[in-house]
Structure formats: structure tokens, C-alpha cells
């Protein structure tokens, strides 16, 4: 009866589905350092890095670069990624808080006076595909 029980309340945990977003990256001029993916599942914590759902990263390949974010449950996404040619693990920015290195955002790209809200970024991953984002 135990197992039966314990079976019931795992079940949905295990019938949740995985997936697998295959990123390509556009544009990156150099092969320095590495490319940093930021994935966030929330509009209210979108660019704040300490509240980031998923990160991941990958050596720089001049031209494009691929990244695979596996096992995200189904769900709304917004991508933010820069390349940090100098690996110090952080983006650089100038004194007015401009971006010294490339970034990028799924569906959007900078505006004018800062980045592009969740909304304009944000995507359903229903099941596992492929984005392109350009630097």
C-alpha cells in the first residue's frame, strides 16, 4: 500500500516533461572568451542576475556559436546572453552603465535607452526546438 501511495504523489513529478532549447548564437566577431546564457521564466526577475532560473555558458566561436539548455520543464522563457570576450564572469559596461560587450535577447534586441522588457522576449517552449539570437 506504501509503494502504491508513494507511486500516486510521484507520478506527476515524473510525467512532467523535459525539454532541450538548442540555441544559436549570431554575430559573435571573436573567439575570445565565452558566450553566457541567462534564462529567466519570470518577468519580475528578468536582467537581475542573482535571480536567474537556469545559466549556462560556452567558448566563444567566432561567427555562430550553439549552446543546449537541457531538461527545462515546459513553460514561458526570456533569453539574455552577452559575450564575455575578457572572461572576467561579468558584463562590462562604461560609466553610464552602457554594455561594453556584445548582448543579445531572445525576440528583441536593445532599445534606445536600455534592454527589452520580458515581454518583448519571452517565448512558450512547449517542446524541445531551436532559437537563433544575434548579437
Given at each position: 500500500m506504501k509503494k502504491i501511495l508513494v507511486l500516486v504523489?510521484?507520478?506527476p513529478l515524473i510525467s512532467q516533461a523535459q525539454h532541450n532549447l538548442s540555441v544559436?548564437?549570431?554575430g559573435v566577431r571573436t573567439s575570445n572568451g565565452s558566450i553566457k546564457v541567462a534564462v529567466y521564466n519570470k518577468s519580475d526577475n528578468f536582467l537581475k542576475f542573482d535571480q536567474v532560473f537556469k545559466a549556462d555558458s560556452v567558448k566563444a566561436q567566432k561567427g555562430i556559436t550553439r549552446i543546449s539548455l537541457n531538461d527545462l520543464p515546459e513553460g514561458e522563457?526570456?533569453?539574455a546572453i552577452f559575450h564575455d570576450e575578457n572572461n572576467n564572469e561579468k558584463l562590462d559596461t562604461n560609466w553610464l552603465g552602457v554594455p561594453k560587450e556584445?548582448?543579445?535577447f531572445s525576440n528583441a534586441s536593445m532599445?534606445?535607452?536600455g534592454p527589452p522588457p520580458?515581454?518583448?522576449c519571452a517565448f512558450k517552449l512547449i517542446n524541445s526546438h531551436e532559437i537563433q539570437i544575434s548579437l
Open positions: 504523489f510521484l507520478l544559436e548564437i549570431n522563457y526570456a533569453l556584445d548582448i543579445g532599445k534606445t535607452f520580458y515581454k518583448e
